[in-house]
């Protein structure tokens, strides 16, 4: 199994929504087996968060290979589909954060306002380094609430032919093509971008 410095190593840097991300793939694989090394799992991600980082490390559920799907929810949900049983699991972050001092707002504060001032700079990473700690000691039922659910099977992901845009000239996905003018043609194009 991968490793929480594996996900920050791909990711970049440890953060909250990182770490809340590798718990949620740990809760899943115990769930429903193993890492995909095809589409053998298949997560739905209903947001763009750090997390769905750690969700692609930790499970093999990748946009390349398709079993990957993206709701822009803005929602700390997730879901994960064993194949080809269809058991599945969706997961809700329902973490609240430990509470703050006045000091710790307000050098956010500073912090969201461009100050990378020593003074601040510590706070701040002492308040992520605590929420990272909170996260990673918390019980599952302290941080997720878990639905255990049977759900149908999205299908499988879908190789399309490529095609050319009439405009830039630029290779398109065939279904993501539209026609402009009579032209096929990118959706950039057709927007007039």
Known sequence: MKKLEDVVEFHGHICPGLVLGYRV???ALRELGERADDE?????VENDSCAVDAVQV??????????????D???QVYTFIKRPSGDSIRISVEWKSP????EEKQMWNRY?????SDEVLQTVHHRKSKKIDAILHARDEELFKITKIKMRLPD??????????ALCGEKVMEPRARVKDGKIVCIPCFEGR
Request: net charge neutral; aromatic share 10%; hydrophobic share 40%.
């Open 156 to 165: 499988e992901a879908k190789i399309f032919p490529s095609v050319i845009c």
């Open 25 to 27: 793939s740990i809760l």
């Open 112 to 116: 969201m306002k461009g100050d990378r």
């Open 73 to 75: 929810y803005g929602k």
């Open 40 to 44: 053998e799992l298949v997560a739905i």
């Open 58 to 71: 930790m499970t093999g559920c990748t946009f390349g290979k398709g079993n990957l799907l993206f709701r």
């Open 99 to 102: 509470e703050e001092t006045e």
